[in-house]
C-alpha cells in the first residue's frame, strides 16, 4: 500500500469511527448518563458508565488516524495558507484525542491538574478556523469548489455555537441545556469535511498509483 493510499483510507476512516462511536454511544447510554437535552456528549466518558469504553476510545482512534490524513494533505499543500491550515487540523485531531485520553474525571486516577476542558476548547476553537484558512488557501489555488465547501463548514461550526447561546440566553432554564447539540454539529461538520477532502483526493491517488 503507497503512503498516499493509507493517508486517502485513514481520511475516510477517521470521522467514520469518530462520529461512529458518539452515535453509537448516545444510543447506548442511560438516561442517568446522556440525554440531549441536559448532558454534554463528554458524559459519556465517564468513568463508571456502559459508553465509557466506546465513548474515550471512539475519540483517541479516530483522531489517531487523522494523522495520516494530516501528513498526506500537509504533502500536497500548494501554498502557505494551505499549510497553515493543515497544522490546525492536526492540533485539532490533537483535542480530539485529548478528550478521550483525559475524559471527565481522569484528575481521580491521573494527574492533578484537569486537561479535560482544555482538549475540548483545542478541538472547538481551532477546527472551524483550520477549515477557513484551509479553505482559503484552496480558494487562492484555483480549487473553488472544494475551498467554498471547506469555508462553509468551517462556518456551521460558528454558526451551532451562535445558534446555541441565543437559545441559552433567551429561552434555555438552565444554562448548559442543550449544550451537546452544538458539539454534536461541530463533530459532524469536522468529520464530513475530512471525509470530503479525502474524497477530493481520490481520484489523484488513483492516477498516481495506476489503478
Not at 473553488?144 to 467554498?148: E, I, K, P, S, T
Not at 452544538?182 to 454539529?185: A, G, L, Q, S, T
Given at each position: 500500500?503507497?503512503?498516499?493510499r493509507?493517508a486517502?483510507?485513514c481520511?475516510?476512516?477517521?470521522?467514520?469511527?469518530t462520529l461512529?462511536a458518539i452515535?453509537?454511544?448516545?444510543v447506548?447510554?442511560?438516561?442517568e448518563t446522556?440525554t440531549w437535552?441536559?448532558?454534554?456528549l463528554?458524559?459519556?466518558g465517564?468513568v463508571g458508565?456502559?459508553?465509557?469504553?466506546?465513548?474515550?476510545g471512539?475519540?483517541?482512534v479516530?483522531?489517531?488516524?487523522?494523522?495520516?490524513?494530516?501528513?498526506?494533505l500537509?504533502?500536497?499543500?500548494?501554498?502557505?495558507?494551505?499549510?497553515v491550515?493543515?497544522?490546525l487540523?492536526?492540533i485539532?485531531?490533537?483535542g480530539i484525542?485529548?478528550?478521550?485520553?483525559?475524559f471527565l474525571?481522569?484528575?481521580?486516577?491521573?494527574l492533578e491538574?484537569g486537561?479535560?476542558?482544555?482538549?475540548a476548547i483545542t478541538?472547538f476553537?481551532?477546527?472551524p478556523?483550520?477549515?477557513?484558512?484551509?479553505g482559503?488557501?484552496?480558494l487562492?489555488?484555483?480549487d473553488?469548489?472544494?475551498?467554498?465547501l471547506?469555508f462553509?463548514?468551517?462556518n456551521?461550526?460558528?454558526?451551532?455555537?451562535f445558534?446555541?447561546l441565543?437559545?441559552?440566553?433567551?429561552?434555555?432554564a438552565?444554562?448548559?441545556?442543550?449544550?451537546a447539540v452544538?458539539?454534536?454539529?461541530a463533530a459532524?461538520a469536522?468529520?464530513l469535511?475530512i471525509?470530503?477532502?479525502?474524497w477530493s483526493?481520490?481520484d489523484?491517488?488513483s492516477?498516481?498509483?495506476?489503478?
Open positions: 500500500m503507497t503512503d498516499e493509507l486517502t483510507r481520511g475516510l476512516l477517521a470521522p467514520v469511527v461512529g452515535v453509537l454511544a448516545t447506548l447510554a442511560t438516561p446522556f437535552h441536559a448532558r454534554s463528554s458524559d459519556m465517564r458508565t456502559r459508553t465509557f469504553w466506546l465513548f474515550n471512539g475519540l483517541i479516530g483522531g489517531l488516524l487523522g494523522v495520516p490524513f494530516v501528513w498526506g500537509w504533502s500536497t499543500a500548494r501554498n502557505g495558507l494551505e499549510r491550515g493543515v497544522a487540523v492536526g485539532a485531531l490533537a484525542v485529548g478528550v478521550g485520553v483525559f474525571g481522569h484528575t481521580d486516577y491521573y491538574t486537561l479535560h476542558f482544555v482538549a478541538f476553537g481551532v477546527a478556523i483550520a477549515q477557513w484558512l484551509y482559503t488557501g484552496l487562492l489555488a484555483g473553488v469548489r472544494l475551498g467554498g471547506s462553509w463548514l468551517g456551521v461550526h460558528a454558526a451551532g455555537w445558534g446555541w441565543l437559545y441559552r440566553d433567551a429561552v434555555a438552565d444554562p448548559w441545556e442543550l449544550f452544538p458539539e454534536f454539529v459532524v469536522f468529520g469535511w471525509a470530503l477532502v479525502t483526493q481520490l489523484g491517488v492516477d498516481s498509483t495506476g489503478r
